[in-house]
């Protein structure tokens, strides 16, 4: 069973073929990095604008590459929210149509499913039940995941993304978008306890987030530094990252000792964070406990995920009707339980 996956909900276009016996057969990925750079974010009108110059392309390249024809296809899977919706649009516009002429049904993937799923594509794969820690741009969330399709949300950001508050940082340390990759890098340079940033919401009990106040705490700290040199900043970026790795720490041990899990899964575009990957081993090994990452690329978006999650739910018998539709907004305890 083969599934062709599309990647659209924000600035990167992902497309992939994933093979149930073989696993990923091809993969490619379209970054807009460089359209949005100069704009400090993204911009939603140019981001759809882009997608719809390069899905249908990267898919034909990809098929012929591949050396594929629809007929080898099972299925179509497309991200059909949260995220961006005239982005997600196209996309979901585009799996439609090819869907409707070559014959194929199409599954709509939750796009922080695809990312939760995104360590099955490696050979080690976590084995249910596990703990996930969801981290990118737009989601903190821990989930408790007892089997496939059935997840609990044992706590989430109240504010700030982890990956939200990463770019904002980025920004008034003058850094290019998106930030985290650079407040990471800027951080290797920063000498340890120069400055000591508060761990949020660690002194309460629960598994909730918040790093709104940590990046407030971040502008007053640079505001406070006349003309702050390199190495200010480079020890301040290295005082938030520090902070925002041990508060997601301390939370991860707190959601394995509530529910004596084995297992840690860590995914989303901040799970590339070499500290915080660091930090997460040591607790493990600490716990006698596994933790699982998906591989680097995995990390941030990418159609792979989209492809593997879109085959889980093709086998679970989900399958759209031939509407375009969207969500840009949807909780994940909104997500049809797959059993
Ligand atoms: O999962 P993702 O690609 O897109 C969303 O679904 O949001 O995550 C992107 C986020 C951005 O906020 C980016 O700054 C952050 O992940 N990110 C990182 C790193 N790589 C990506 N944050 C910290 N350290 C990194 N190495
Ligand atoms: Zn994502």
């Known amino acids: 069973m083969k599934i062709l996956g599309i990647e659209s909900s924000c600035d990167e276009t992902g497309i992939a073929i994933y093979d149930e016996q073989s696993g990923l057969i091809a993969d490619a990925l379209y970054s807009q990095i460089e359209l949005h750079k100069e704009y400090g974010g993204v911009v939603p009108e140019l981001a759809s604008r882009d997608h719809i110059r390069k899905t249908l392309p990267m898919i034909q390249q990809l098929m012929s590459e591949s050396q594929l024809s629809p007929t080898d296809l099972s299925g179509i899977a497309y991200t059909a929210g949260p995220g961006l919706v005239g982005a997600l649009m196209v996309g979901a516009s585009i799996a439609k149509s090819l869907a409707l002429a070559w014959d194929l049904p199409t599954v709509g993937v939750h796009h922080m499913e695809g990312h939760l799923l995104a360590p099955m594509l490696s050979a080690d794969k976590p ?105 200010d900043k480079a020890n301040i970026a290295l005082a938030f990252e520090t902070a925002v790795v041990d508060t997601i720490r301390i939370k991860c041990k707190r959601a394995i000792e509530h529910t004596g899990f084995k297992s840690l899964v860590i995914a989303g575009g901040v799970s590339a964070n070499t500290s915080l990957r660091t930090s997460l081993e040591d607790l493990a090994s600490n716990m006698n406990i596994k933790v699982y990452f998906p591989e680097l690329q995995l990390c941030t978006d990418n159609g792979a995920m989209i492809a593997y999650a879109g085959l889980q739910r093709l086998k679970h018998g989900h399958t759209e009707d031939w509407a375009i539709s969207v969500r840009p907004r949807w909780p994940m305890t909104e997500l049809e339980n797959a059993q």
């Open 127 to 231: 084995s249910y039940p596990f703990i996930a820690l969801l981290v990118s741009g737009g989601h903190t969330q821990l989930l408790s995941c007892e089997r496939y399709g059935v997840y609990e949300i044992l706590g989430e950001s109240v504010d700030d993304a982890a990956g939200e508050a990463f770019d904002k940082v980025a920004k008034m340390l003058g850094l290019d978008y998106p930030g985290g990759p650079e407040v990471a890098r800027l951080a290797e340079s920063g000498t340890p306890n120069a400055y000591r940033f508060p761990r949020p919401m660690t002194d309460r009990p629960g598994f909730n987030f918040s790093f709104s106040g940590l990046k407030t705490f971040t502008k007053t700290t640079i505001a406070s530094i006349d003309n702050p040199s390199d190495q």
